[in-house]
């Protein structure tokens, strides 16, 4: 009987473990991107706050 419980604990630490890890993935906002017309990540806080990272460019000779 002891093995069942153990098995069933582990299972049920397990579940709720990967649950949480779930709704703390969900709950992660992602940047704004292509906000403004820009292509790239737009930072809005700290001191570079209002600069634009990755630049997406591409030639209209390539496309």
């Known amino acids: 009987m ?5 098995l069933l ?3 049920s630490r ?3 473990e990967a649950k949480l890890a779930q709704q703390l993935n969900k709950s ?3 940047p704004e991107a ?3 017309g820009t292509s790239g ?3 809005k806080e700290g001191k570079n706050a209002g600069k634009v990272l990755k630049h ?3 030639d ?4």
């Open 14 to 16: 397990k579940k709720s």
């Open 28 to 30: 992660v906002k992602a």
């Open 34 to 36: 292509n906000a403004n």
């Open 2 to 6: 002891n093995r069942f419980s153990h």
């Open 56 to 58: 997406l460019k591409t």
């Open 9 to 11: 604990r582990e299972f």
């Open 41 to 43: 990540y737009l930072i």
């Open 60 to 63: 209209k000779n390539n496309l």
